[in-house]
């Protein structure tokens, strides 16, 4: 496996955990027994060979979070994938649905192709999953929040009360020092490849 592609895998594993992924409740969530959870696979390299059970679990996490409204109504009569006729049903919609979302991002997001569901694994389906991450990243960022999380474009409405304007610059500040730190990392790794 060469380094871009295990980068893209801990980008994809960062986009799900800020996203509120956590592996524990998902694979509760799903149904998997104790004895199971030792074999799931859920991590920076889930995607390196194929993974049918990361595929549901993570799929199932971004398109629940990107709209819940649609997939409550297109997935509710394959979800949870109990046989192969609601695995392939599933493998169908979550296609068509992809599409959907790729079509209307651009040219620099991946072909969806039925084919890649089928052995959900490898650089190409790392590389989709993480666009759809960052995708549903993107738009989680935009929406605003109530629950006094901060979201990119809330900055720009005008805040309601102090308090809010006060945690709204809490927030910011502490996402700014983040990316600073990020950046300060990044660099010096450059300067230690250099050397």
Known sequence: MTNVQR???KYLWRDLLSLGFRPETALVGVGVIKANVKQMNLGTNMFDRPNKDAFLIVSNFLL???NPIRYNEILRNCWPVLDHKADAEFRKVTCAW???IMDGTGSTCPKVVASLLL???GPRF?????HLAS???LKDM???STDATWMAQSTEIPASSV???VKRLELVKTKFLKGVVAQHCLLQDYQKQVL
């Open 163 to 165: 308090e809010i304007a």
């Open 135 to 137: 995708h549903v990243l």
């Open 64 to 66: 629940k979070k990107l």
């Open 126 to 130: 790392t590389n989709l999953m993480l």
């Open 142 to 144: 935009k929406t605003l």
């Open 7 to 9: 980068k893209k895998g």
């Open 119 to 121: 052995s959900p694994g």
């Open 98 to 100: 992809l599409r959907d």
